[in-house]
């Protein structure tokens, strides 16, 4: 069975930058990161392919934060900078061992435990 481990996150000012990152216990995925705060549902924030030559960002962080990862350590990264209050949620990595990234929740198999971002004003 897979396992996703998360970790970074944090509380940040506005205008801050945080990171969070996602090891898998083995395989090689592409991969999403989610972000889902109360009362709202699951949302798309950032995917990347498996050879990580592709990657796809929801418009409302497009320019501002950074999906990469790194083979090598089955791991995946989140960069946000220019972070904004409604930018607070938990945030998830998902990974697919086969197919496209996608941007439903649907299109992946695996998920990690999550990790709070709170950004204050």
């Known amino acids: 069975q897979v396992q996703l481990v998360q970790s970074g996150g944090g509380l940040v000012q506005a205008g801050g930058s945080l990171s969070v990152s996602c090891t898998a216990s083995g395989g090689t995925f592409s991969w999403a990161w989610f972000r889902q705060a109360p009362g709202i549902e699951r949302q798309f924030v950032a995917a990347?392919?498996?050879?990580?030559?592709?990657?796809n960002y929801a418009d409302s962080v497009k320019g501002r934060f950074t999906i990469s990862r790194d083979n090598a350590k089955n791991t995946v990264y989140l960069q946000m900078n220019s972070l904004k209050p409604e930018d607070t949620a938990v945030y998830y990595c998902?990974?697919?061992?086969?197919?496209?990234?996608?941007?439903?929740?649907?299109?992946?198999?695996?998920w990690g435990q999550g990790t709070q971002v709170t950004v204050s004003s």
């Open positions: 998902a990974a697919v061992r086969h197919g496209s990234i996608g941007v439903g929740p649907g299109a992946y198999d695996y």
């Open positions: 990347i392919s498996r050879s990580g030559t592709t990657t």
